[in-house]
């Protein structure tokens, strides 16, 4: 029993000196039971052991800046407006007869729309043309009258009085010939109006007269017709954006670009043609409208768009992918790869966008290579291995 407590001692505190001493494991081993090998010191490598693998070094993709000209553009929310736009109705009153066009058809200057019960202005136009004839002829009989009346009276034959009565008599049957002129073309007139025709191009809207209603002057709507092409649209920027949207008008013509929903190129072009004289207080924006070429009639009155104005051009202008830019409390950077291929932060202040990209500026040199992904796995300083990118825009 002693021998077993004395070698249970003996092995402990041989352990304790080698731990000490900084035998490993397999030292100690070799200690107490005659393991083969040489002990080892902790943490030495053994001898013939393979070494172990090198730090892992994190590659990214790298882009270089992209250097060109840009448009400056502002960008707003608008709605499109017709340039005119009319409720179409009847001058006379009468019974429609017929629809000549169908509802929401594209139609021409002068084309008949609608045509009315054309019969009781023909018969006024008939009586007017009547009067007309019958006292045209009273006014000849007159002329002829006073020729005569004149020879007689100059040979003393006729008193200076019956010439006057002849003179007058003339005289008023000239008046009413011009009374019945005007009445044949007052009478002309409303017979024309009984086709009522399209006063500009445009597309007609929902009949509101069927055939067969009385309409009244001036107090039915038959329909309604807009003019498609060109169209207005009108958006409101902000009292910041004024200075440099005049300054943009005195330089030129300045062109805008419209972009429908669910497009993502400008199907439509136009030009900016009116800003309003004054800012509206509760808001802080004024109204502006630009006037865009509709040709394919696509645009309607109202359509929600978007609306891009060319302010001018800005010549050689630093363009990084957007998803290169990180965000912190101190603002917008850029991860570049530095010297010994070591990860470098620069602050930057973002311009305007253009696709994919965004204008940068504010210390990052043109030739700087900027890291594009990987962005969270980073930090300024650490070693990485860049690879181009090769879907990357190149200038």
């Known amino acids: 029993m002693r021998i077993r407590t004395f070698l249970l001692g003996a092995t402990v505190a041989v352990a304790a000196v080698a731990a000490v001493v900084g035998f490993d494991e397999r030292g100690i081993r070799q200690l107490l039971f005659g393991d083969a090998g040489a002990a080892a010191p902790a943490g030495a490598a053994p001898a013939g052991a393979k070494p172990g693998p090198a730090a892992f070094i994190m590659p990214v993709p790298v882009a270089r800046l992209v250097k060109t000209s840009i448009s400056i553009v502002l960008d707003y929310a608008a709605r499109t407006d017709s340039i005119r736009a009319i409720a179409l109705q009847a001058k006379v009153s ?19 729309l609608y045509r009315l019960d054309r019969r009781d202005f023909q018969v006024a136009l008939d009586q007017a043309n009547a009067q007309l004839e019958r006292d045209q002829a009273s006014l000849d009989y007159q002329h002829a009258s006073f020729d005569r ?47 009522i025709r399209a006063p500009f191009p445009g597309r007609l809207g929902r009949n509101q007269a069927p055939v067969g209603t009385l309409v009244g002057a001036g107090s039915t709507v038959l329909n ?70 509709n040709a394919d009639l696509s645009l309607l009155p109202g359509q929600y768009v978007r609306v891009q104005v060319h302010l001018r051009e800005q010549p050689d202008t630093l363009l990084v992918p957007q998803a290169a830019v990180g965000s912190s409390q101190f603002g917008k ?63």
Not at 96 to 110: L, R, T
Not at 164 to 185: C, F, K
Not at 241 to 266: F, H, M, N, S, Y
Not at 345 to 368: I, K, M, R, W
């Open 149 to 195: 009346g004149d020879a007689l009276s100059k040979s003393g034959w006729l008193a200076k009085d019956g010439l006057d009565q002849r003179t007058s008599a003339m005289h008023q049957a000239e008046a009413a010939l011009t009374a019945d002129r005007a009445m044949a073309r007052a009478a002309q007139l409303n017979l024309d109006r009984t086709e």
């Open 94 to 112: 009468a019974y429609v007869v017929e629809q000549s066009v169908p509802d929401g058809a594209d139609v021409k200057v002068g084309d008949v």
């Open 224 to 293: 309604t017709l807009v003019q498609l092409d060109p169209v207005y649209v009108s958006f409101n920027p902000g009292e910041t954006d004024l200075v440099a949207l005049q300054k943009a008008r005195r330089a030129g013509a300045v062109a805008v670009d419209i972009t429908v929903p669910g497009e993502d190129v400008p199907a439509h072009k136009g030009e900016l043609t009116f800003i309003d004289n004054s800012v509206d207080r509760a808001t802080g924006t004024v109204t502006a409208r630009a006037t865009i070429a």
């Open 333 to 395: 950077y850029l991860y570049v790869v530095g010297a010994d291929d070591k990860v470098e932060q620069q602050p930057v202040a973002l311009g305007p966008t253009q696709g994919p990209l965004v204008a940068v500026s504010g210390g990052v040199a043109e030739n700087a290579r900027v890291i594009t992904g990987n962005l969270q796995k980073i930090a300024p300083g650490m070693p990485v291995k860049p690879m181009e990118d090769a879907a990357a825009p190149r200038s």
